[in-house]
């Protein structure tokens, strides 16, 4: 979908010792790993059972969300096009770039939702009334 993309970051397996498993190791560099430089990280976590968040877009803000224990799903829209993600590796991220309405509902128990962002925390970026969304994002799109 536009505006959106999954990211497979680098899944580190250190496999020196097969005998013994040693985990992954996933880095995330900003300008290499995600398509900016990283301002801010932020993570959901302990959200309670049927919790739905988001409703919102940013107008500027880019953001890549990873889901670092159990799951999460999203779904992203665009007044043209609607798209429903689950995330549960946390050696992949979603990408999702400026205009895009955000839902996240079904967290599992115990889920951890990381997001990287490409700024600073700025109220004034968000769109969060669904009619002023519809009609920005079709200028925009
Ligand atoms: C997004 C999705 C994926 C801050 O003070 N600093 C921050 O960095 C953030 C992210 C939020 N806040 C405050 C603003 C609100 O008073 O925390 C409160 C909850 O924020 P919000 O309702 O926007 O949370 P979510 O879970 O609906 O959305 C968050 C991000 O805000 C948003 O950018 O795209 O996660």
Redesign the pocket.
Known sequence: MINTKIIEFNDIIDAKNIERPMGHLTPIEGFKDVPFDIK?I?Y?TRVPENTI????S?KE?Q?V?VCLNGSVQ?SVSTPYEKEFITLDDPAKGLY?GPMIW?E?YNFSPGSV?M?I?SE??D?GD?I?DYRTYCEEAQDFF
């Open positions: 801010r932020y959901l968040r988001g409703f919102h940013h803000l953001q969300l999203i999702i955000r996240m939702l997001v962002a600073y925390y109220e968000y969060r």
